[in-house]
């Protein structure tokens, strides 16, 4: 638990700067893009939604996110 958290702003972090990189993306490209499992991207994208940077648009067969 100790490892997962210490990782959590790094993973974060790299999250923000493909989302800064690339734009809106689906959360499937995120998850794709990030060399961790998918329960920790989803936690890293928890912590930047949580912390209000990110905005989620539904689009039916998907969610896409991108930075506020």
């Known amino acids: 638990l100790k490892i997962l958290l210490l990782r959590l702003p790094s993973n974060s972090g790299y ?6 990189d690339e734009g809106e993306v689906s959360l499937t490209q995120v ?3 990030v060399d ?3 329960s ?3 936690m890293a994208i928890g912590w930047l939604a949580r912390e209000d940077k990110l905005e989620f648009n539904d689009e039916g067969r998907g ?3 991108a930075l506020k």
């Not at 999250?15 to 800064?20: G, K, P, R, S, V």
Request: glycine share 0%; aromatic share 12%; hydrophobic share 40%.
């Open 15 to 20: 999250i923000w700067n493909y989302l800064e």
């Open 31 to 33: 998850n794709d893009a």
């Open 36 to 38: 961790e499992p998918r």
């Open 40 to 42: 920790r991207v989803n």
């Open 63 to 65: 969610v896409s996110v």
